[in-house]
């Protein structure tokens, strides 16, 4: 039987750029038709529609203006797409006004990351991608520094105005590329043609710093897992000196700091074996990043914004606070790009589900559930010692706790948007560290490192998932569980030196049974996947008629996933006949011969789905299960005989 037991750990998508309206080179004089047409978007009328087809080039800006704000009002959206909005700024990506391309390419980025993979195809099939890069290719230069452009009689300020505009079209393109080659793998066709003139955006003795970190971001995003890149930075051999140029730049500055880690980042994906020394660049700058205590910073901003009285005095904020803000979320932006390059070092290949064999199904193995193979993670066990030598896990760890519960209350509470900002912030840094933590944990022999070290992880786990409820935090508890059953699975090995380190409670267990109560699924097939690992430890025997209520429960789940994760639970818990006394106590089997025909409808019914929508994924998972069930009950009824 060929299948994967669990889906364990795995690579790290880098972050499309935040929605945000496109730079307006309109001036003052229109804003108030962008407000009235932004407010009858909002009454179901769209007049900006009309706008955009207009012979007037004024009037076509505005209406991309207008377009760039609703657009990212989701329940515009779906009409907007029906009305052939994406297909029309396609359109005005020809047009000759810049003021209209640069608003074109901004309603095209809200578009982008609005609707998503099926919306991003969609503009491929627009043939978006050959008039993007064109636009790029033909823009780009002339905002370098030093590019004074053709003399003419126009005023300083005209003049200006117009490079403005050029740089606003060219950061839209960037982030417009970075978030369509991001979700439809056909653009990378076309984005491969200009990945050398990516690498030359990244300049910052040539280009401002608002052109250099979004290029470098969708370079980061272009040379992940493409053997295009790869080979055109095997071939060309400034590409990689200038991108190891870049990591060793010196500076202090938050955007100096997102520029290493992001360089960092193109390196490490390109090398598909980086040497030792390679390697150490790519993990100093990673190291660099994650040793900014940026948990003070938070704290003194918290408390800045907290004291400001009410909202008009927030909106009356000084700008060096708001500068300050800023600065600390590109620094903690910086550290998640970062944990995710970390994250990915320390992953081992993921296996794709296949196809369950039918014929296995009349095994009788010994044990239910035999037959899984471990997938091979030779390349990023190769990468552990030096994490490990260069102190990483410990600095992972404490981003996980970048800010504790009283530091969040003060910036949920605060009057300034810029509270909530921080916040987001701070919890996608918490995100990308538990998710490089996983990765991390999956490799590492936990046997072999500092019982102290051990118990104030599983300690600061606890307390981050006790105090991120899964009502308002749903992402960060599913996180936490997701290591703490890493833990668990490490401890079920090797009880004996673990659980000593670990000094798990009671109290602690039975807080993380009543997460099975939680309105996310996810953080429900943890739950079952932790009480599993929690019932196989002699020292939790006496819970084990709460686990087996809670898995009887889980069984009943509305999610599928949830069910699979129970049954794996309870196969891996109550296979011995020396728990037989709950099995019949819980009526356990009974309920498990009721759920066959249940899992082998489910299963069929998957199956389908899989073959129309192309994920296997849960069908594998549930087939899995099917089989294993069969086993279990055989296995059992041997036992009872």
Known sequence: MKHKSKKKGGKLRFEPAPVGEAAHGLGDDNDDELLEAAAAAADGDFPFLAQLTSDDATQRELGCSAAAICVTDRTKLPTLLQQDVPETLVHLLQDSHLGVLAEATGALRNVAVEGGEEVCQRLVRAQLMPRLCNLLAENAPQIGRGEAGPADSRSSHDRDLERANRQCLVVNLLHLLWE????APLALATANDHLSLLCRLTDPEAFPSAVVLPAAQCLLTLTEENPAATQLFATDATLPTHMIRLVRRPGDS???????????GCLANVAAEPDEAL?????QAVGQSLAINTQGNVRGLAASLHKLRDTDEAEGESAALRRQCEDLKNM???QQNALEILANLCCGEDDEWQDVDEEEE?????????GAAAAPLAEAQAVLPAVISMGLPEKVVERCAVCNSAVTGLLKSAPSPLGRELLHAVEGVQLRALACLNNMLLLVDLSTMDPAFLSGLWAMLFQLGKTATPETSPDLVHSVLGSMWCILRKAVESPDTLLPALGITEEQVLHVCAGIESPDGRVRSSVAGVAGCLGQLAVFRPHLPVFADLLLRALQDSSQWVMVEALNSIFDVFAEPDVNEVVVQKRLLETLQALRPVLQEAARSSGRGARASGDAELHGRLDEARINLARFLKYKAKQFA
């Open 254 to 264: 938050s955007d100096l700091h997102q520029l290493r880690v992001l360089a960092a």
């Open 279 to 283: 390697l150490a660049l790519v993990l």
């Open 332 to 334: 903690m932006r910086a």
């Open 180 to 183: 369509v080659s991001e979700n």
């Open 362 to 370: 009349e095994l009788d193995p010994e044990r239910p559930g035999a």
